[in-house]
């Protein structure tokens, strides 16, 4: 059974920091790792979406890494702002139609 | 263009009622999926319909749980006699073809309580 763990479980950095959120995966039998963020209350917002066969996806501040032969992904946000504070969850999809996500990392951006 | 909607935003219900959670997927998505989001647990999914193939059941947690969806759009998440462990957001997500290369776009989810 896939288990997706994401370290660190929360993390608070001032304004300005570039950080690193983790993502490891126990089946590296995946077709493609997919980044979210969630804000309280609210639903899931898509990130990034790396398939199986990529290394790395980027879309503005924010650059998401695929190991898959090692089982991790790594999400890089540069010059982190308050508006990024929000849980960041990443997920898997494997063969057939269900995603497995990890627990989030929740981040706070301290002005 | 809109995104997915769900109803009631929040709902309190009493042990042992049931009730009903709906979900508006973005129109046109063929695929609609079901998460639970609980406490200590992380999301979970559910149940997934792919347009009028047999939908895949396998997350769902015991028989009280049930889902349809009507006319290949909206969906309905039926869960019988509730328990105090049923208490969690519920999310829907839709997707284009549901291919495994689709981007899932999720509403903003029902949280229910159960007391």
């Known amino acids: 059974k896939q288990e997706v763990t994401q370290i660190p479980a929360a993390l608070s950095v001032p304004e300005g920091e570039n950080l690193v959120l983790n993502c490891s995966f126990t089946?590296?039998?995946?077709?493609?790792l997919q980044w979210f963020r969630q804000d309280p209350g609210k639903g899931l917002t898509s990130l990034l979406l790396?398939?199986?066969?990529?290394r790395e996806q980027t879309s503005g501040r924010l650059n998401a890494s695929l190991d898959k032969s090692s089982g991790r992904s790594t999400l890089y946000i540069a010059a982190s702002q308050p508006g990024d504070s929000a849980t960041y969850l990443c997920a898997v999809r494997e063969s057939g139609s269900r995603l497995t996500f990890g627990e989030g990392t929740q981040l706070t951006v301290n002005p | 263009g809109a995104g997915v909607s769900q109803s009631p935003s929040n709902k309190v219900t009493e042990k042992g009622k049931d009730v009903e959670l709906r979900c508006d997927p973005i129109?046109?998505?063929?695929?609609l999926y079901w998460y639970r989001q609980s406490l200590g647990q992380g999301l979970e999914f559910l149940i997934y319909f792919q347009g009028n193939s047999a939908p895949d059941k396998s997350g769902l947690p015991s028989d009280r749980f049930s889902a349809e969806r009507t006319g290949g759009s909206v969906s309905t998440l039926t869960i019988q006699r509730t328990q105090q462990e049923d208490s969690a957001v519920y999310l829907c997500a839709s997707s284009p073809l549901g291919g495994k290369a689709d981007t899932q776009y999720f509403g903003p989810g029902t949280r229910l309580t159960v007391l």
């Open positions: 790396i398939q199986s066969s990529q």
């Open positions: 089946d590296s039998a995946i077709y493609n």
């Open positions: 129109s046109g998505h063929t695929a």
